[in-house]
């Protein structure tokens, strides 16, 4: 099972995530480094998982504030192999190459996360993904290798735009969220990624919220996922440094 740390960035530091309530949200303490600068924390998250992936969400932004552009260029620069999987809260593709733009050369390395709660229709949708689902590497998401995350909390479906129906125009990669799980240590939510599973066989799914160890991991590769968002549980020291 691939790990990909995540950092969840308010006001410029590191917080810790409580059940998807994000105003909840306080400065993150870990036992993998000290303080919640977010070059500081990435930096720990992605040696002690061998990755060169993380997943970065901007809460200010999700939040309908202004993106953290200063934070995230300082993770590109930091971080120059890794894969930066952005989440904040675009609402189209648009959206996603504006702040791209606003990053200048430090976007390259950006992968626009498009989440299910915060997309604006299903043409958007459809508009995010449409060059990779078609072969052509020209658009904006198909250059970055764009990622749909499919949101939901308490059962309910943060889907406006119908994404979760529509999953002939889903991406390769998608997220499956379940937003009360994150930060709850409640185990994950393996029926619901079950269900996306059978819509979307060839899809790699990537779960979110709720690994509490080892063995929750394995049960996830079991059902189909082939990596999971992870952060508590690295920081209160429950998985093992990945040997690279």
């Excluded at 998807?20 to 870990?30: D, V, W």
Aim: hydrophobic letters at 50%; aromatic letters at 4%; charged letters at 20%.
């Amino acid at each position: 099972m691939k790990l990909i740390p995540v950092i969840d960035l308010m006001r410029g530091q590191v917080v810790r995530a409580v059940r998807g309530h994000r105003r909840a949200y306080r400065a993150i303490e870990s036992r993998l480094c000290v303080g919640s600068d977010p070059v500081a924390v990435a930096t720990a998250l992605c040696e002690h998982c061998a990755t060169g992936q993380l997943y970065v969400a901007d809460l200010d932004a999700l939040l309908g504030g202004p993106w953290q552009v200063e934070s995230l260029r300082s993770l590109v620069q930091a971080l120059p192999d890794v894969e930066l999987w952005v989440d904040a809260g675009f609402a189209n593709a648009a959206a996603a190459a504006v702040l791209r733009a606003e990053l200048g050369a430090a976007g390259t390395p950006i992968v626009p996360v498009f989440g299910s709660e915060s997309l604006a229709s299903r043409s958007e949708l459809e508009r995010c993904f449409a060059a990779s689902n078609s072969g052509d590497a020209s658009g904006v998401a198909a250059a970055a290798g764009a990622v749909l995350s499919l949101d939901r909390r308490d059962g309910q479906r943060l889907d406006a735009a119908g994404c979760w129906e529509a999953p002939a125009l889903w991406p390769r990669r998608v997220i499956v969220m379940t937003l009360e799980r994150v930060g709850s240590d409640a185990g994950p939510d393996l029926e619901t990624l079950s269900d996306v599973q059978i819509k979307a066989p060839r899809a790699f799914l990537v779960g979110a919220g709720g690994i509490r160890n080892e063995a929750d991991l394995a049960r996830a590769a079991e059902v189909g996922a082939g990596a999971w968002l992870v952060a508590s549980a690295l920081h209160d020291g429950r998985l093992p440094r990945v040997r690279a």
